[in-house]
């Protein structure tokens, strides 16, 4: 277990291992109340499609990409939204290939890593998905989990879940991969998130609730409190139900202003991560009706509010950049994290394995913006800049043995143009 007792000073000083410099960590956003989705801020794609071309790159064998498809057929028998959909030949919006995705500081392997690109309005552009050479979990399963993350699909907690192919860290599901009723569960409300452009603005808008202020049990019943964002007439209807979990049962609701209060039950055998609300709220005309995904955590050990820091370690090896924060945050248990990496504001990394990242970028200056979660009420997030060389850094011995060539060199060319001089 981590020092309950150890507080990090409000901007950490990280000595960077593998480089001759310090970057200083800067904290983005520190709270036990921040908003998390799906995927965080996941909107679905640009152009809302109904598919989605794939491409599974020819490093694969005939065998290793017949897994990959099953894994795409998974997604598509249960009415993913979108659907996927196999092309020969890039430009694809997805592409899967064959490489090294990293692993964490204490040597552990990540099975793949997604990298989730969007665009201004935060829509899904393109995302690369690369799985290591015979993973563990196996290549069905792991290809499976990473087309989960390109519908929006979280990483959820592995202790909690096990049988969850979307869990983030540990061996197989037990199933080769297939999808559990959480699972699906997640994947509705993914679909959930999708925006569609409207008179009134992007819908639904997405609410947590402010209360309880820690996760529901398994079992349990709850009663939630949600701040709609200003107050509503006497004469307003609204209308709240699940949104798709079959496991979770609202039992009543009422809206005084703008402060709805709900009260649901969670049955036996809930996944733990979040459960979400489908909102409807219908004032007196000419008012347009409004509607809203709320959502709150259920967790089978509830953690109480408290505020923890997550800076982390940045260099570059052998052309590639590590982004290393497992070592680095203080928070006080042993509860299974979640981490997310944003790279420039618009390019998410989720690795499956639950590890430190490694991943490619072209050279220059970098923003990097690192969250951390414990699946439920408490995350922190850092953010810092970082300048991309872009390939190895060279080792000092390497350097005092070009110098001293070089002297040499130097040395004997005014030895030559003495004795030429005589």
């Known amino acids: 277990m981590k020092n309950a007792g150890a507080i990090l000073p409000r901007g950490f000083l990280v000595c960077l291992k593998k480089a001759s410099f310090i970057i200083f960590l800067l904290p ?10 799906v995927i965080k801020d996941y909107v679905g794609w640009a152009g809302n499609p109904d598919s989605l071309t794939v491409f599974i790159d020819p490093s694969f064998s ?35 290939k064959e490489g090294d995705p990293g692993k964490s500081e204490d040597g552990t392997d990540n099975a793949g890593i997604a990298g989730i690109d969007t665009d201004g309005d935060g829509k899904v552009t393109s995302v690369e998905i690369i799985i290591r050479n015979n993973p563990n979990p196996g290549l069905k399963e792991t ?14 907690d592995a202790t909690a879940n096990p049988g969850d192919v979307m869990k983030g860290t540990g061996d197989s599901n037990g199933t080769d991969g297939n999808l559990s009723k959480h ?51 006497p004469t307003t209807t609204v209308n709240v139900v699940s949104a798709g979990d079959p496991l979770l049962l609202v039992n009543s609701f009422n809206l005084l202003g703008n402060l709805l209060t709900v009260q649901v039950a969670l049955l036996p055998g809930h996944g733990s991560g979040q459960f979400y609300l489908d909102i409807q709220v219908h004032p007196p005309l000419p008012d347009p009706p ?33 982004i290393n924060w497992k ?27 639950g ?40 080792p ?24 030429n001089g005589h």
């Open 143 to 156: 290809a499976t989990h990473e087309l989960g993350h390109s519908i929006g699909l979280d990483d959820t």
């Open 62 to 96: 005939d065998q290793e990409k017949d897994s990959i498809r099953e894994a795409m057929k998974r997604w598509n028998n249960a009415d993913s939204k979108p659907k996927f959909k196999e092309v020969s030949e890039k430009p694809a919006k997805i592409v899967i």
């Open 28 to 37: 983005l956003f520190l709270s036990a109340q921040g908003e998390r989705d």
């Open 183 to 233: 699972d699906s569960t997640e994947m509705r409300a993914a679909a959930k998130s999708i925006t569609t452009p409207s008179p009134a603005g992007n819908i639904p808008k997405k609410k947590r609730a402010l209360a309880p202020p820690v996760a529901i049990e398994p079992g349990q019943n709850g009663i939630l409190q949600f701040d709609l964002g200003f107050p509503f007439p």
């Open 327 to 353: 070592e680095h945050h203080n928070y006080p248990y042993d509860n299974p994290l979640r981490a997310h990496l944003l790279v420039d504001g618009n390019r998410n990394f989720l690795a499956r394995g």
């Open 355 to 394: 590890g430190d990242f490694t991943i490619d970028l072209n050279p220059g200056v970098h923003i990097f913006e690192l969250s951390v979660d414990d699946f439920q009420v408490n995350n922190c997030s850092f953010s810092t800049s970082y300048p991309v060389i872009g390939s190895p850094l060279v």
């Open 396 to 419: 000092i011995r390497n350097w005092a043995i070009f110098i001293s060539i070089l002297l040499i060199m130097v040395l004997a060319w005014f030895r030559l143009r003495g004795s």
């Open 290 to 322: 409004v509607s809203y995904l709320g959502y709150h955590f259920v967790h089978s050990n509830p953690v109480e509010p408290l505020t923890f820091q997550c800076p982390c370690e940045i260099f570059e090896e052998a052309g590639r950049v590590h």
